[in-house]
């Protein structure tokens, strides 16, 4: 019913920069927040950035602080993450989530999450 789908991954060597896209689809009233998570093999998925609905409130993990930025543009029901300054560790599959209120579900916000999208940092 709502589908999240991330482009924009690859390879690319440390120091160099990638911008992720994650455009949502389906049966959608509104999107509330959006943000990037990340996993690396055999860690725990964890919090890159998120970004508010009008953009108003950022939050990025310290990790990142700096190096990357993340965007929304709300006519396209799309989030994007600039990174810039990669390092090999940063090596991971990049999940999209968002908080979806979908047409006839009234106010409830639906969690959803993309298929994720491999970014691989050479050293």
């Known amino acids: 019913q709502v589908q999240l789908v991330e482009s924009g991954g690859g390879l690319v060597q440390a120091g160099g920069s990638l911008r992720l896209s994650c455009a949502a689809s389906?049966?959608?009233?509104?999107?509330?927040?959006m943000g990037w998570y990340r996993q690396a093999p055999g860690k725990q998925r964890e919090l890159v950035a998120t970004i508010t609905s009008t953009g108003g409130n950022i939050n990025y993990a310290d990790f990142v602080k700096g190096r990357f930025t993340i965007s929304r543009d709300n006519a396209k029901n799309t989030v994007y993450l600039q990174m810039n300054s990669l390092k090999p560790d940063e090596t991971a599959v990049y999940y999209c989530?968002?908080?979806?209120?979908?047409?006839?579900?009234?106010?409830?916000?639906?969690?959803?999450w993309g298929q994720g999208t491999q970014v691989t940092v050479s050293s």
């Open positions: 389906g049966i959608i009233k509104s999107i509330n927040a």
């Open positions: 989530n968002a908080l979806v209120r979908r047409l006839g579900f009234g106010s409830y916000e639906y969690d959803a």
